[in-house]
Nanobody
């Protein structure tokens, strides 16, 4: 399936910012919705943010107001802008594609797809 490559991770002090990128290796990058997940050692993988082709977004409560997900279909790239970073944000962040946007009255939710990037490490120090 589609190959995804994440970049932009690194080490940052608490309160700092990072921008993650997810680029597709193919010439086209068209999905109805995509998501960013993260996983820390010993913990389950967690959906952090998701975005639809209409640029409607969802965020886990712990990052609302701090993270912003965006999509540039022309560049086959999805971004995750991370600000006011906290030590608990430390994890490997993964881009996910091939999922679905499920709409209902009052909002929508993302169903995980089968395409994953290799991940990029984000470490936030105290």
């Amino acid at each position: 399936q589609v190959q995804l490559v994440e970049s932009g991770g690194g080490l940052v002090q608490a309160g700092g910012s990072l921008r993650l990128s997810c680029a597709a290796s193919t010439s086209t990058f068209s999905f109805n919705a995509m998501g960013w997940y993260r996983q820390a050692p010993g913990k389950q993988r967690e959906l952090v943010a998701a975005i639809t082709i209409e640029r409607r977004t969802n965020y886990v409560d712990s990052v609302k107001g701090r993270f912003t997900v965006s999509r540039d279909s022309g560049k086959n790239t999805v971004y995750l802008q991370m600000t006011s970073l906290k030590p608990e944000d430390t994890a490997v962040y993964y881009c996910n594609a091939g999922g679905s946007a499920n709409y209902y009255t009052g909002g929508w939710y993302y169903t995980v797809g089968t395409s994953w990037g290799q991940g990029t490490q984000v470490t936030v120090s105290s």
